[in-house]
């Protein structure tokens, strides 16, 4: 590791919504954010790897494989790493309770912090209603949130060559629509129902890309965001303190679009077992049609 990277130490972190597989995925910043982050447990929350984008076209640049690369490259060297299958890598939840070389995969967890609380974590898929009552609907909304992300782009290289910070669009967009608002209140009363149903002090998820951490009539709901347009993730301190770090605006290093891209386009061998897992999810879901 670089000399001049500085490694900050947690409990736990938690990362979700990365989307390997899509342009949209900002693969360089998570790669800067894994190597300057150090934890005992690395859970990661869905939609890791984005099936739905690879079943309809193969796009596996280097940085995705380096991502994988150093999640493994940490479980290896002992950090606790949980693999919870979202709604995009969901070829992956056949193999829940079932462990890939030093990495775990459940549908959902409990994890009691160093404060004693307790949180249930999982990615929240089955509580958006479009998810799960009108798939097509919800490709559609994901085709259009893959062109929000392209114009995102597109206006931040802009920007960076003006001299301007990042600025997400997309995330813009989200909060002024007002259905949108809508949709991420009742998503998160929802979870928070759920938690206070299973007894537990608090939720983790991802899915909406939205991070957040608020209480909700007495119980702690958490989202850690998403590494398309936040770059967020959740951790937990030494203390039990539970924090949202926000990597555009705390990463000890300025990591730019242009650096990333150049990255991005670089090409690597597919690796087979991932295309098998993601061919064999597709041919579940056609035979139960």
Not at 15 to 32: E, N, Q, V, Y
Not at 43 to 56: A, K, R, T
């Amino acid at each position: 590791m670089d000399a001049s990277v500085i490694v900050h130490k947690y409990k736990s972190i938690w990362i979700s919504d990365i989307h390997l597989g899509t342009p949209g995925c900002k693969a360089h910043f998570l790669l800067d954010f894994l190597k300057s982050t150090k934890s005992d447990n690395l859970f990661l929350v869905g939609d890791i790897i984005d099936g739905w984008s690879l079943e309809q076209g193969w796009y596996w640049p280097q940085t995705h494989n380096d991502v994988v690369q150093k999640i493994l490259r940490k479980a290896r060297k002992g950090t606790n790493v949980v693999f919870i299958p979202g709604n995009h890598d969901e070829f992956a939840r056949p193999y829940a309770d079932l462990e890939f070389g030093t990495i775990k995969v459940a549908r959902e967890i409990i994890h009691e912090t160093m404060d004693g609380r307790r949180f249930l974590v999982l990615h929240g898929d089955e509580f958006d209603v479009v998810v799960k009552y009108a798939r097509w609907l919800a490709y559609l909304g994901d085709w259009s949130y893959g062109l929000c992300l392209k114009l995102n782009d597109l206006l931040n290289t802009v920007r960076e060559r003006l001299g301007y910070p990042y600025w997400s669009l997309s995330a813009y967009l989200k909060l002024k629509v007002k259905n949108a608002v809508k949709f991420i209140a009742d998503f998160e009363n929802a979870l928070a129902d759920v938690a206070r149903d299973r007894e537990v002090d608090g939720i983790i998820c991802g899915h909406i890309h939205h991070p957040e951490i608020r209480e909700i009539n007495g119980v702690t709901y958490c989202n850690d965001g998403d590494w398309v347009e936040s770059c967020s993730a959740l951790v937990e301190n030494f203390d039990g303190s539970l924090e949202l770090i926000r990597w555009m605006e705390t990463s000890p290093r300025h990591v730019s679009l242009q650096e990333s891209k150049a990255c991005a386009s670089s090409s690597s061998q597919t690796p087979g077992i991932l295309r098998s897992m993601v061919l064999s999810g597709r041919s579940r879901r056609s035979s139960s049609i």
